[in-house]
Structure formats: C-alpha cells, structure tokens
C-alpha cells in the first residue's frame, strides 16, 4: 500500500517518450547545455554522484592484485573504474575482466572467489576510510535548496546514506531519500509505476508547501533531471521521458551496451559545479547557505523489495558489510534473483512538519 500525507497529493504524471524517440549520440552531436533553457523543478540524484569512492577502489583492487597476484601486471586506475562502472553486477566478473587472459585460466577461475573476498576484506580495512562528497557536491545542493528545485536521493541503503549526509554537513539538503531495491534499473517500467505512482505525488506535496498553498502545475519531462555517474542508472530517465546527466569521471570510457544509455540528449559533464554552470547559467553553485531548510523536513520514500545484504553488495559504499564503492554502479558477490517488484508495496514516510 501507499502510504500519503492526510491531504493526498494529486498524482502528476510525466509524458513518456513516443516510441524510437530516444536517438543515439555521434561524435558531432552532444547535449551540453539545456536547449531550451530549462531550470528543472526536481532533480533526482542516484547517490553515485554525490559519493565519491574512486581513491576506494582503485587503493583496493591495486592491493588486492598485490596480495594474490604480485607477478600479474596490475590494470590502470582509468581501466579499474571503467570495469566498475559497467552494468555488470557480479565482482567476480569484474575481476575477471581486469586480470589478463594469460593469468586467468579455466583451471583457475574458480579462484575467482578469493578475489572477491581479498576485496572486501581489503576494503573494510583500508578501502571505506577514503569515501567522501565528490567535490562540489555541497555546492551544488545547496544552489538547487536556494532556489527551491525539489530533490530526491535515490540510494540502496538508505541509512548508510543519511548518516554520510549527516558526516559532511548535508543532511538537512535532500527533500527525498529514495531507497531503491537491486537491479531496478534493468527494470525501467518498475521505475515508471514508482515514479509516477509515488515519487511525482511526494513531489506535488512538497511543491505545493514551497509555493505557499499556490497551484502546483504539472511537471514537463524536460523539468525532471536524473542524474548519475552509472551510464545504465540512467535507463532510469529514459523510461520517465526526463532529461538525463551522465557525470563522466576522468577516465572513465563506455563499453558494451553502456554506449546505449548515453544518446545525444545526454546532458554530459565532469563534475557537478559544471552541471550547476549549465542549470544556472554560470553560477558553480553556492557554498554552504546555513539551514536552507528547516529539520524534520526530509521525505523517505521507499521502493520496497529485497534487502541489500552481503550476498548484493551496493557500490559506493552503500552497504555497511563489504562496501566496494567507486561512486558507479553496483555490485554483487554471487548472483541473486531479484524478485518482481510490486508497486503496491512502496511506503512513502513524511515528517510531520510536511503533514
């Protein structure tokens, strides 16, 4: 059931895109501005953007090649994150694309497990220490809660995510925190159902209180932003008609069916103070502002389906056992089926202050 405020919001739906109106992106056509200039009223974050895990996992992977392999020639930090930020869920996996074919045989692939336990056990120790805000996260929150866009976080655990807000002074920012369950991304009509059937409405309530008690109008595709450093995370965006910004770390290249999720409406930029350039027009956002928003005001949304726990491990330390964060995309120890989600099953929890 969906749980909502004692006046419920109306439900306010977003266009979907027409069939084959997504385009791909060539070398001599980007989207690296809003054409036209459109402010978004709600930006919705995946937590990849804001968690910075590079330093995490690159440290990680070199000591973990270190432990098991001294002789093997250890990957490049740039190829490192490029196998991390691939859809591919399984650790295993991704260690096997890092080690070179002469070191990985039939006969030792079965060893492919202690890599990964090398990994998270390397991780716990040393790894986690090195998570922070990417730079310019604060900034650039701040600017959207001073002009009052609405924002949404959307994160596999969700109290590991509140309590790094809290750690780095950005607690009171969000507007949402959206705890999503695994594999929803590969799922984009689950997305939609929650986005529209919950997300949108949470949205309209929380509008309707910035705009004191004035008619909240209805959203246009091009006023949502999703925004991710995981090209699949925004198949998300796709499947909701919004616009979608692709954070690309240094580094970092396309591979696979990845190339797909970034098409040339893709808004792509390094950091967030250069997509806050583009949203405000040459403003790299504002530094912290004090309380731009009262306590308590903070929406929890949930898409409720399985537990994270060690056997799907959330990338950018989401998880508190075995965190393997780089701030991209998702990882999973062993393969896991991920039950149907079903929409009647989101509860979407306010503070009284929004009541």
């Known amino acids: 059931m969906v749980s909502t405020p004692h006046s419920e919001p109306e439900v306010i739906c977003v266009d979907q895109p027409s069939s084959g109106q997504k385009r791909s992106r060539t070398d001599t056509e980007t989207a690296d501005h809003f054409d036209p200039p459109t402010t978004p009223k709600l930006v919705i974050l995946h937590f990849d953007a804001i968690l910075d895990g590079r330093d995490a996992v690159i440290i990680t992977v ?59 056990e390397t991780y716990e120790r040393e790894g986690k220490a090195l998570l922070a805000p990417f730079p310019g996260a604060k900034p ?4 959207l809660v001073a002009r ?30 959206v705890r999503r369950a695994a594999g929803f991304a590969a799922r984009p009509e689950v997305f939609r159902e929650f986005f529209q059937s919950t997300l949108i409405p949470s ?15 209805p959203l246009r595709p091009e006023e949502v932003l999703i925004v991710s450093c995981a090209p699949f995370n925004l198949r998300t965006a796709h499947a909701v008609g919004a616009r979608a910004c692709w954070v690309k770390m240094a580094g970092v290249e396309l591979e ?11 808004i792509v930029v390094g950091d967030l103070a ?8 040459g403003s790299r956002g504002e530094e912290d502002n004090g309380d731009l928003k009262a306590p308590g005001n903070e929406v929890e949304v949930e898409m409720v389906g399985e537990e994270m726990g060690e056997e799907q ?13 780089v701030g991209v995309g998702q990882v999973e120890v062993e393969q896991v089926e991920v039950e149907q989600i079903e929409v009647e ?11």
């Open 313 to 325: 491990q959330g990338i950018g330390g989401e998880l508190e056992v075995g965190q393997v964060g």
């Open 62 to 120: 070199l000591k973990t090649f270190a432990q098991l392999q001294p002789t093997t020639p250890p990957p490049s930090p740039s190829r490192i994150l490029s196998v991390f930020a691939s859809s591919d869920p399984l650790l295993a996996n991704k260690f096997k694309a890092l080690i070179p074919p002469p070191f990985l045989t039939d006969a030792n692939a079965a060893s492919l497990r202690n890599w990964t336990d090398a990994y998270l």
């Open 256 to 266: 696979g069916e990845e190339e797909g999720d970034v098409d040339a409406d893709t």
């Open 274 to 281: 250069e997509l806050g350039e583009r949203i405000f027009g």
């Open 345 to 355: 099953q989101v509860d979407v929890e306010m503070a009284e202050t929004d009541l």
């Open 203 to 217: 949205y309209a309530a929380k509008r309707g209180r910035y705009a004191a008690g004035e008619e909240v109008e």
């Open 148 to 177: 009052r866009i609405v924002i949404a976080i959307t994160t596999n655990h969700r109290e590991f995510t509140k309590n790094f807000m809290t750690a780095h002074g950005m607690a009171d920012l969000p507007d949402f925190i």
């Open 140 to 143: 650039f929150l701040a600017a």
